[in-house]
């Protein structure tokens, strides 16, 4: 699948710019979310269309994030060590809601769980990790908006890396060449994926996450 890009200035008066908002590039029943990875596991990923191999564990927990900013402010935009291979990772929609509804926040919400017990119950049963942090700009500079990420964990990791996935393509040197814009000021010619703001279907889901 073709990743549909809009130039920044553009993509800027479309976001919203303050509050939790699932950002993320959508094509149908389908959605992109991002991780950035060193040359040996990207490789054998986009070899096989699946993530395995030596330089693969699933007994960690492996990161998604949907915003591809975010993704480039954790990654240093293809620049930090074991990160320097990003990879696009197209999933149905129904499979991105199945990680939305086993997702537990990484710390305790009052007005979500009620008491810390549970929390720790949610926790112990669930195998995501939510987390709601500052998104950033193209510098790096925290924004009022705030992007999501998931670490999947166990059996739903097996699940997401090897069966969940339609395709997965590798955007490091459109990282790179957006990169360079930025540093040469050529912010007219600088462009981001298109993204829209994701509703989950269920509500259920939208509580759980804090939506």
Not at 164 to 189: G, S, Y
Request: glycine share 6%; hydrophobic share 40%.
């Amino acid at each position: 699948m073709r990743l549909q890009t809009i130039k920044y200035q553009e993509y800027l008066k479309k976001i919203p710019l303050s509050g939790r908002h699932i950002l993320a590039q959508q094509a149908n029943d389908k959605v992109i979310v991002y991780q950035a990875y060193n040359h040996a596991i990207a490789n054998f990923a986009l070899e096989n269309q699946h993530f395995g191999g030596n330089a693969y564990s699933y007994s960690r927990m492996s990161w998604i994030k949907p915003n591809f900013l975010w993704m480039m402010y954790r990654c240093g935009w293809a620049q930090k060590q074991n990160q320097e291979r990003v990879l696009g990772i197209w999933i149905n929609k129904i499979d991105f809601e199945l990680i939305l509804s086993q997702s537990v926040f990484s710390s305790f919400q009052e007005n979500i769980y009620g008491n810390t017990q549970n929390w720790k119950q949610a926790l112990s049963q669930n195998p995501v990790r939510l987390q709601w942090d500052p998104d950033h700009d193209i510098y790096g500079h925290k924004q009022e908006r705030k992007a999501i990420q998931l670490g999947i964990k166990g059996s739903l990791l097996k699940q997401f890396g090897t069966e969940m996935i339609h395709e997965i393509v590798d955007l490091t040197d459109f990282v790179k060449e957006q990169a360079a814009h930025i540093k040469a000021r050529r912010l007219n010619e600088l462009l981001v994926p298109e993204e829209a703001i994701y509703i989950p279907a269920s509500i259920e889901v939208q509580r759980q996450i804090g939506l």
